[in-house]
């Protein structure tokens, strides 16, 4: 059965040639040449959620009486090797995200590496005699259609949970922090881009944590409508060939091992034919993307300079910035933000896009729904992560130039409104603009007021 590096494998289409010493079977070949398309590999996470999903389903499978024990234990065991990332193993998954809309090619390769492995451990050569069929017994009481949007609710709560969460907090502590280290530096506003009344740095940097704990809070709340499953309704929602009760000690097997909270869907029909529940995700990483975007700009105009900009901030030098304009620095970290915020704004458009697609009882856009979702998720983590140690952790106020634009602004005499009016207040400006000069000698000028009370008014000691 093997030759040239090849064996033969077998399904309802026929003979298909496979690499010897891999562990796919028929279809993920078929799939592997006729998905020959980009080079986007389902996500991980993905395989991982569905290895844990098939896991889950021998256990349930065998205590229904549905599974022999041996073909279960077999199979528990090769899931379990492969969450304990055997490297090898994970070469056994090749399928690009473009392919069938459902997932189907990427559910059957889980399948047929699992039964393959499985029926190594119990003795047969692999590409010959063979126990554990990967349909009858691996995919047993499941369809893709159920499967799939299950796994993508998983990997979606696991990329939030272990890494864009972790690193969204750790990056709202570090603007905390700064907000109070910077609390008692006084500069000017800008509204319009124009100059602005003053305020302190640190009231500045209050309004980034403020925009960050708010998207954190979304980001919490939306995960909630995740923690329902649509495993147990099968091909179309009505649960044909999945066990009574099935849906409800998958969730509990799967809750236990994974720690989290979850519950069989209510209505599997909607959870098979849409996913709003993804695309709420998708809308609420959308939103910190926005605010990340004008909070790092900010931060990157700030520091323009270091002297023909503005200059209020100093950020880290970590690494040269031209290949000929020696000693110059660039605000790279920022940069890279600010690029990832408008890839994470694409993809929740094509996510949006794609929820759209379900047509009667199906959404055939799974795909690249979860593949956008994950890459959003995983680059906004990983983009927070340096942002916050090569950026924020070194960043300095540049007390001397935030001191000068405070003395030279016009708008700080907003606060002799009260005292004098608003029209007088427009001549003391004007003039200072025209003559350019202060506004203590605009006021002098005009003689609209004592100096000793412009001073008090102005804040000055």
């Given at each position: 059965?093997?030759?040239?590096?090849?064996?033969?494998?077998?399904?309802?289409?026929?003979?298909?040639?496979?690499?010897?010493?891999?562990?796919?079977?028929?279809?993920?070949?078929?799939?592997?040449?006729?998905?020959?398309?980009?080079?986007?590999?389902?996500?991980?996470?993905?395989?991982?959620?569905?290895?844990?999903?098939?896991?889950?389903?021998?256990?349930?499978?065998?205590?229904?009486?549905?599974?022999?024990?041996?073909?279960?234990?077999?199979?528990?065991?090769?899931?379990?090797?492969?969450?304990?990332?055997?490297?090898?193993?994970?070469?056994?998954?090749?399928?690009?995200?473009?392919?069938?809309?459902?997932?189907?090619?990427?559910?059957?390769?889980?399948?047929?590496?699992?039964?393959?492995?499985?029926?190594?451990?119990?003795?047969?050569?692999?590409?010959?005699?063979?126990?554990?069929?990967?349909?009858?017994?691996?995919?047993?009481?499941?369809?893709?259609?159920?499967?799939?949007?299950?796994?993508?609710?998983?990997?979606?709560?696991?990329?939030?949970?272990?890494?864009?969460?972790?690193?969204?907090?750790?990056?709202?502590?570090?603007?905390?922090?700064?907000?109070?280290?910077?609390?008692?530096?006084?500069?000017?506003?800008?509204?319009?881009?124009?100059?602005?009344?003053?305020?302190?740095?640190?009231?500045?940097?209050?309004?980034?944590?403020?925009?960050?704990?708010?998207?954190?809070?979304?980001?919490?709340?939306?995960?909630?409508?995740?923690?329902?499953?649509?495993?147990?309704?099968?091909?179309?929602?009505?649960?044909?060939?999945?066990?009574?009760?099935?849906?409800?000690?998958?969730?509990?097997?799967?809750?236990?091992?994974?720690?989290?909270?979850?519950?069989?869907?209510?209505?599997?029909?909607?959870?098979?034919?849409?996913?709003?529940p993804l695309l709420i995700i998708s809308g609420a990483v959308k939103s910190?993307?926005?605010?990340?975007?004008?909070?790092?700009?900010?931060?990157?105009?700030?520091?323009?300079?270091?002297?023909?900009?503005?200059?209020?901030?100093?950020?880290?030098?970590?690494?040269?910035?031209?290949?000929?304009?020696?000693?110059?620095?660039?605000?790279?970290?920022?940069?890279?933000?600010?690029?990832?915020?408008?890839?994470?704004?694409?993809?929740?458009?094509?996510?949006?896009?794609?929820?759209?697609?379900?047509?009667?009882?199906?959404?055939?856009?799974?795909?690249?729904?979860?593949?956008?979702?994950?890459?959003?998720?995983?680059?906004?983590?990983?983009?927070?992560?340096?942002?916050?140690?090569?950026?924020?952790?070194?960043?300095?106020?540049n007390r001397q130039r935030q001191a000068f634009f405070v003395k030279n602004?016009?708008?700080?005499?907003?606060?002799?409104?009260?005292?004098?009016?608003?029209?007088?207040?427009?001549?003391?400006?004007?003039?200072?603009?025209?003559?350019?000069?202060?506004?203590?000698?605009?006021?002098?000028?005009?003689?609209?007021?004592?100096?000793?009370?412009?001073?008090?008014?102005?804040?000055?000691?």
């Amino acid at each position: 059965m093997k030759s040239n590096g090849q064996r033969k494998e077998y399904d309802s289409l026929g003979m298909v040639s496979v690499p010897r010493n891999r562990h796919w079977g028929a279809q993920t070949e078929r799939a592997r040449q006729n998905f020959a398309v980009g080079t986007e590999l389902m996500p991980r996470e993905i395989i991982a959620s569905l290895v844990i999903i098939k896991q889950a389903a021998a256990r349930v499978n065998a205590a229904k009486g549905l599974l022999p024990r041996n073909k279960a234990e077999a199979i528990i065991s090769v899931c379990e090797k492969i969450l304990t990332d055997d490297a090898d193993l994970w070469q056994d998954f090749p399928l690009k995200i473009w392919q069938s809309g459902s997932g189907t090619q990427t559910n059957m390769n889980v399948n047929e590496v699992i039964a393959h492995r499985a029926n190594v451990k119990l003795g047969s050569k692999l590409g010959r005699k063979k126990s554990i069929h990967p349909n009858d017994d691996v995919n047993m009481s499941q369809s893709t259609n159920d499967l799939f949007p299950t796994a993508m609710h998983l990997a979606t709560i696991t990329a939030l949970r272990h890494h864009l969460i972790p690193a969204l907090s750790a990056l709202h502590r570090s603007l905390v922090k700064l907000s109070k280290k910077f609390n008692s530096l006084v500069k000017v506003g800008r509204t319009h881009l124009q100059d602005a009344v003053p305020l302190t740095l640190g009231e500045e940097f209050s309004g980034y944590g403020a925009q960050i704990a708010l998207a954190l809070e979304h980001i919490q709340l939306a995960l909630q409508p995740l923690y329902h499953l649509a495993i147990g309704g099968t091909a179309v929602g009505t649960g044909l060939n999945a066990p009574k009760k099935f849906d409800v000690a998958m969730v509990r097997i799967l809750g236990k091992k994974m720690k989290l909270p979850l519950r069989t869907a209510t209505n599997k029909f909607c959870m098979l034919s849409s996913h709003e529940p993804l695309l709420i995700i998708s809308g609420a990483v959308k939103s910190l993307a926005t605010a990340l975007f004008k909070i790092v700009n900010d931060i990157r105009w700030l520091a323009s300079g270091p002297r023909c900009g503005l200059g209020e901030l100093i950020l880290p030098s970590n690494e040269p910035g031209s290949s000929i304009m020696p000693g110059k620095v660039n605000p790279t970290q920022c940069e890279m933000v600010l690029m990832v915020c408008a890839q994470v704004m694409g993809n929740d458009a094509t996510i949006s896009f794609a929820n759209a697609q379900g047509d009667f009882e199906l959404n055939v856009f799974k795909p690249v729904i979860i593949y956008n979702l994950l890459q959003a998720i995983n680059l906004l983590g990983d983009a927070l992560v340096s942002f916050n140690r090569y950026a924020l952790a070194g960043l300095q106020a540049n007390r001397q130039r935030q001191a000068f634009f405070v003395k030279n602004s016009l708008m700080a005499a907003t606060a002799l409104n009260p005292i004098i009016g608003y029209d007088r207040v427009c001549d003391i400006t004007r003039l200072a603009l025209r003559r350019d000069i202060t506004l203590r000698e605009a006021c002098a000028a005009l003689g609209y007021m004592d100096l000793k009370e412009f001073d008090h008014a102005m804040g000055e000691k």
